[in-house]
């Protein structure tokens, strides 16, 4: 069967139907008790001297922080100077964004690569209601919801036209994040039936996941892949990095991108050297090992993905921001917030389509540095690929990956590095988080 080459041409994908969208997005999902060992503990951490690093700019140090979950008008659709809305379209309809909520959410939107097609609709954006969730899709947060990204989005960069790399979840999103590519993969692997706690090579047999190939054609496969990635292109110029996730016995593993690396994955050496528990991330900063480049993705429970508490979300998030303030570090870095898939929710601007996977829906991104400017909404069209090029521009890596990181320009907007490096601006955490934020959810998702 000839696949579908381009989103744009995806008309076809469309007459599945919702009831079928709805089923495809909400498979059972893993039991929350059962554990895996982890098959290799990771290394002790060693120093590493990024300031001897020659950069093309005063940047030493790149956090790409990833979070779970939400759009541009979800939560940022009243931030002033941002391209926002109030009111979304509702199949042709206007319909007005209703209050959300900051704590815990009732169960998971639907957000699968077909349910994504539903919702843009050919450009439309107007139908992301969909199933018994999907009045939540259409729900906005407000300042007071989430005060810390507020306040530093208004102190730093906020990009009002970033987009996720893909149209869908969180698979190949953060594929996207680590390779500028997802390997083929429009949608998750499959957990029908069985448990699993991965989106890699040490996946169940029985789990796979559809790709794409470069003519078209479309086929099941393990989700285990070998093409180049950033690490790839640090470990060149000799550049230490870290990817820091959940490990293999934690809610929220699935997001440790490099599992889906066969020479990652399945070797000892390499998985002990730049796989770290993200548990261990704020002692690293504290104790001086962090590295130059760090990917930094949560557990499930602090994550914002619905239906956990995106008020303990963010007080974790504030957690590794203040860490890095009140550090060393923070003289020379950048650190690149942002929010892997559009996760069900409204946003109004249609994602331009650079190829048969994407872009996604908006997503926010705000950039926080010394270097930052300050206050500014910057209209950069950017996507997850746009942090790789601005990596590989700054550390002059002198190659690129794929055609997206080629493309992307290096989110410059956001920062004047002519400026005086301005002051930390380290933040409380939140008290009006209600309740634990590991207890187990109603609903799980994935």
Same mark, same amino acid.
């Not at 570090?329 to 109004?348: E, N, R, S, V």
């Given at each position: 069967m000839r696949a579908r080459r381009a989103v744009g041409n995806l008309g076809g994908a469309l007459a599945i139907g919702l009831a079928f969208v709805v089923l495809a997005c909400s498979a059972p999902d893993v039991s929350n008790k059962r554990e895996f060992p982890p098959t290799v503990?990771?290394?002790?951490?060693?120093?590493?001297?990024?300031?001897?690093?020659?950069?093309?700019?005063?940047?030493?140090? @790149?956090?790409?922080?990833?979070?779970?979950?939400?759009?541009?008008?979800?939560?940022?659709?009243?931030?002033?100077?941002?391209?926002?809305?109030?009111?979304?379209?509702?199949?042709g309809q206007p319909r007005p964004l209703q209050p959300g909520t900051d704590q815990r959410v009732p169960g998971d939107i639907p957000h699968c690569y077909n349910c994504a097609l539903v919702a843009w609709n050919g450009g439309q954006n107007d139908q992301f209601d969909q199933g018994p969730m999907g009045d939540w899709a259409y729900t906005q947060l407000t300042e007071e919801q989430l005060p810390n990204y507020w306040h530093w989005a208004r102190e730093n960069a906020l990009f009002d036209n970033f987009f996720a790399s893909a149209i869908g979840p969180s698979f190949p999103n953060h594929l996207f994040t680590i390779a500028a590519q997802s390997g083929g993969a429009h949608d998750n692997p499959r957990r029908d039936g069985f448990f699993s706690n991965t989106f890699g090579c040490d996946a169940p047999s029985q789990q796979l996941v559809e790709i794409v190939d470069s003519e078209g054609q479309t086929s099941m496969v393990p989700p285990c892949f070998d093409f180049l990635t950033e690490g790839d292109l640090l470990n060149r110029a000799g550049i230490l990095w870290a990817h820091y996730s959940a490990s293999e016995t934690q809610r929220g593993y699935i997001w440790s991108a490099f599992s889906a690396l066969r020479r990652y994955r399945e070797d000892p050496t390499a998985w002990?050297?730049?796989m770290r528990p993200v548990d261990r991330v704020i002692q690293d900063i504290h104790d001086g090992y962090l590295p130059a480049v760090s990917w930094i993705t949560p557990r499930f429970e602090l994550s914002e993905h619905p239906e956990y508490s995106f008020c303990a979300g963010e007080n974790?998030?504030?957690? @590794?921001?203040?860490?890095?303030?009140?550090?060393?570090?923070?003289?020379?870095?950048?650190?690149?917030?942002?929010? %892997? %898939?559009?996760?069900?929710?409204?946003?109004? @601007?249609?994602p331009p389509q650079v190829d048969g996977f994407g872009f996604g829906f908006r997503v926010p991104l705000i950039v926080i540095s010394p270097y930052a400017r300050q206050g500014v909404v910057t209209h950069e069209l950017g996507e997850f690929s746009s942090?790789?090029?601005?990596?590989?521009?700054?550390?002059?890596? %002198?190659r690129y990956l794929t055609d997206r990181d080629r493309n992307a320009t290096p989110l410059l907007s956001a920062f004047d590095f002519t400026q005086e490096p301005r002051k930390p601006d380290p933040l409380p955490l939140r008290t009006d988080c209600e309740g634990d934020p590991f207890s187990p959810p109603a609903q799980p998702g994935g």
């Open positions: 503990p990771p290394a002790p951490p060693a120093p590493f001297d990024a300031s001897t690093i020659d950069t093309r700019w005063p940047i030493k140090h @790149v956090v790409f922080l990833i979070k779970e979950n939400r759009t541009y008008d979800h939560l940022f659709g009243t931030f002033p100077g941002g391209n926002g809305t109030t009111v979304g379209m509702d199949r002990a050297r730049y974790w998030s504030t957690e @590794v921001i203040d860490a890095i303030m009140k550090s060393p570090y923070w003289k020379d870095t950048a650190i690149f917030l942002t929010w %892997d %898939d559009y996760g069900g929710f409204y946003d109004h @601007v249609p942090v790789l090029r601005f990596m590989e521009d700054n550390y002059r890596l %002198d």
